[in-house]
Structure formats: C-alpha cells, structure tokens
C-alpha cells in the first residue's frame, strides 16, 4: 500500500474515533439529564 492511502486510512480512522466519542459523551449527558429529571 501507498504511503498516501495509509495516511488517509489512519486520518478516517481518527476522525471516526472523535464522532464515535462525542456520540458517546452526548449519550452520556443525555442519561444525565434523564436522571435528573427523575430524581
């Protein structure tokens, strides 16, 4: 594989981890909240 491609292949890589996480974080603050309207 071409140097190029690997670059790109760990950049698509990165930037699905970032909108994985901040996914995970507004789920988290969703849950938050949730909870508190509860309780």
Do not use: G, Y
């Not at 990165?14 to 988290?28: A, G, I, W, Y």
């Amino acid at each position: 594989s071409s140097p190029h491609t690997d670059k790109q292949r760990r950049w698509c890589a990165k930037k699905k981890d970032q909108h994985h996480r901040t996914q995970l974080s507004l789920h988290h603050l969703l849950v938050e909240q949730i909870v508190n309207n509860l309780f």
